[in-house]
């Protein structure tokens, strides 16, 4: 399958920790490749040096499976690396997917931020999450937004609620408010079902159940829009 982007990259990206950035990260590859022969060529970037969570969970399942020939690539990449690897990935990819650490403190994590086409920002619909994730937004990611644009470079950035209950009070009210947020919130949001992640927390598109399936159109959609508008 040939390339048909411009390698894009994106990134679940929180600093918060258990929101769900590799979950979310393997979900949205899975579907991508689920797509077949006529789908985007997808390639997942694992930039956490300490715990590599999709790359660790790639390397045991390859003890377990003889088809990973028809897998999309895992790659681990040192955050302090990324840059420079990233022609190489944008030549061989269409869609650069990038899983980011839990702290902002790794070497590179910062820099290759600067480098990041597409940010969806999870958070679970609490007021611990999102605080921390305002604070992300506020004192970290809109400087680099203005960085990128000064360089000519245009950002999409999202959020996106994750572990949704419907029913619980500090959901409706975030929905209720969402137009002040500094941010905007993506259409769709993720419903808490703890089986469909664990069963969806593979690097193996066969494994993939389809949980979140208007999501990842959603995300979809946004980059070819993110493309078309530059």
Same mark, same amino acid.
């Given at each position: 399958?040939?390339?048909?982007?411009?390698?894009? #990259?994106?990134? /679940?990206?929180?600093?918060?920790?258990?929101? $769900?950035? *590799? #979950?979310?990260?393997?979900?949205?590859? $899975?579907?991508?490749? !689920?797509?077949?022969?006529?789908?985007?060529? @997808?390639?997942?970037?694992?930039?956490?040096?300490?715990?590599?969570?999709?790359?660790?969970?790639?390397?045991?399942?390859?003890?377990?499976? !003889?088809?990973?020939?028809?897998?999309?690539? +895992?790659?681990?990449? &040192?955050? &302090?690396?990324?840059? &420079?690897?990233?022609? =190489?990935?944008?030549?061989? /990819?269409?869609?650069?997917?990038?899983?980011?650490?839990?702290?902002?403190?790794?070497?590179?994590?910062?820099?290759?931020?600067? /480098?990041?086409?597409? +940010? @969806?920002?999870? =958070?679970?619909?609490?007021? #611990?999450?999102? *605080?921390?994730?305002?604070?992300? /937004?506020?004192? +970290?990611?809109?400087?680099?937004?203005?960085?990128?644009?000064?360089?000519?470079?245009?950002?999409?950035?999202? $959020?996106?609620?994750?572990?949704?209950?419907?029913?619980?009070?500090? =959901?409706?009210?975030?929905?209720?408010?969402?137009? *002040?947020?500094?941010?905007?919130?993506?259409? !769709?949001?993720?419903?808490? &079902?703890?089986?469909?992640?664990?069963?969806?927390? !593979?690097?193996?598109?066969?494994?993939?159940?389809?949980?979140?399936?208007? =999501?990842?159109?959603?995300?979809?959609?946004?980059?070819?829009?993110? @493309?078309?508008?530059?």
């Amino acid at each position: 399958m040939g390339k048909k982007l411009p390698g894009i #990259t994106l990134a /679940f990206e929180n600093p918060k920790g258990g929101v $769900g950035k *590799s #979950t979310l990260t393997a979900l949205f590859a $899975g579907y991508v490749h !689920s797509l077949g022969e006529d789908g985007i060529k @997808i390639g997942v970037v694992d930039i956490d040096d300490m715990q590599n969570t999709m790359g660790r969970l790639r390397q045991t399942e390859m003890e377990d499976s !003889s088809n990973l020939k028809e897998e999309y690539e +895992v790659m681990n990449i &040192s955050s &302090s690396e990324f840059i &420079s690897q990233l022609d =190489f990935l944008k030549e061989n /990819f269409d869609v650069i997917l990038v899983d980011f650490p839990g702290n902002l403190k790794q070497n590179g994590v910062v820099e290759t931020l600067h /480098f990041i086409d597409i +940010v @969806i920002m999870p =958070f679970e619909p609490n007021n #611990t999450d999102l *605080s921390a994730t305002l604070y992300f /937004f506020d004192n +970290v990611y809109k400087n680099i937004i203005k960085t990128r644009k000064e360089n000519g470079m245009k950002t999409t950035v999202r $959020g996106v609620m994750n572990r949704v209950m419907p029913n619980v009070l500090e =959901f409706k009210e975030i929905m209720k408010n969402k137009e *002040s947020l500094p941010f905007q919130l993506m259409d !769709s949001y993720i419903k808490d &079902s703890r089986v469909d992640y664990q069963r969806n927390l !593979s690097t193996l598109s066969g494994n993939y159940h389809h949980p979140c399936d208007q =999501f990842c159109e959603e995300v979809i959609d946004l980059i070819s829009k993110h @493309i078309e508008e530059e």
